[in-house]
């Protein structure tokens, strides 16, 4: 699969940054159309993968559309990735088995940092390429409206409620103080009002590197997700 001429123009205007003219942000990844998937997993910051300088930016832009694409570009690296991430595909497999659904993979700061430590860095010094990461999931978000955002860790999720508790609406009582242990198993715990007025549901759940194959400790969200796919 290949992204429009439009599209891609969105894209890059997404994932170089202006100053340098490097690739600095991979905003979402799927295998398929993000603009039908109605489920995005969130996890706090993309994956160090495989580095893309400017003249693979087409290359780049495919893969984020294409998970045999993505998958020749970055195997070496997948194989090398972290537990939450390799949990992570393997949700979006399950999702594709049980909903044929394609999950959008995306995070509540999509800057390309090397390491949680430089992340952390970033967001102490308020460092530009932290800030336009953290505006960049409000962008994808909008612009491809799911109807669930699944927010796995407690990292990632600390990050979006910090950022975020202000804004969102029918928070449960428990949203402002509770653990991701204790959030996941209240289903959906709050709603994302999106600029085109639709709201998208908010669950919480455990890191996706104790997801494995199947996802057999994930029973609760799957029944959440099961009633809401409906």
Not at 10 to 27: A, L
Not at 43 to 61: C, H, T, V
Not at 85 to 91: E, M, Q, R, V
Not at 194 to 200: K, Q, T
């Amino acid at each position: 699969m290949t992204v429009s001429v439009g599209f891609f123009r969105k894209i890059y205007e997404w994932v170089v940054d202006g100053h340098s003219d490097d690739i600095q942000y991979r905003p979402f990844q799927v295998d398929g159309n993000p603009y039908k998937s109605r489920v995005f997993l969130v996890g706090l910051y993309p994956e160090s993968l495989a580095y893309f300088d400017l003249n693979d930016i087409k290359m780049y832009a495919d893969s984020l559309v294409d998970g045999e694409l993505f998958e020749q570009l970055n195997g070496l690296e997948i194989i090398a990735a972290s537990r939450e991430y390799k949990g992570s595909l393997n949700f979006a497999q399950w999702m594709k088995k049980e909903f044929n659904e394609n999950v959008v993979l995306t995070n509540v700061n999509c800057l390309l940092a090397k390491d949680y430590k430089q992340f952390k860095q970033m967001k102490k010094e308020n460092h530009l390429l932290y800030l336009s990461g953290k505006q960049l999931f409000e962008k994808v978000l909008n612009e491809f409206s799911p109807e669930i955002i699944i927010i796995q860790g407690s990292k990632a999720f600390d990050e979006f409620r910090e950022i975020y508790q202000e804004r969102l609406i029918h928070k449960v009582e428990t949203f402002e103080t509770g653990t991701v242990q204790e959030l996941e198993k209240l289903g959906v715990i709050a709603e994302y009002p999106l600029e085109n007025g639709e709201n998208v549901k908010v669950i919480a759940c455990r890191n996706m590197s104790y997801f494995g194959k199947e996802g057999a400790a994930f029973g609760t969200v799957k029944e959440v997700i099961g009633r809401l796919l409906k």
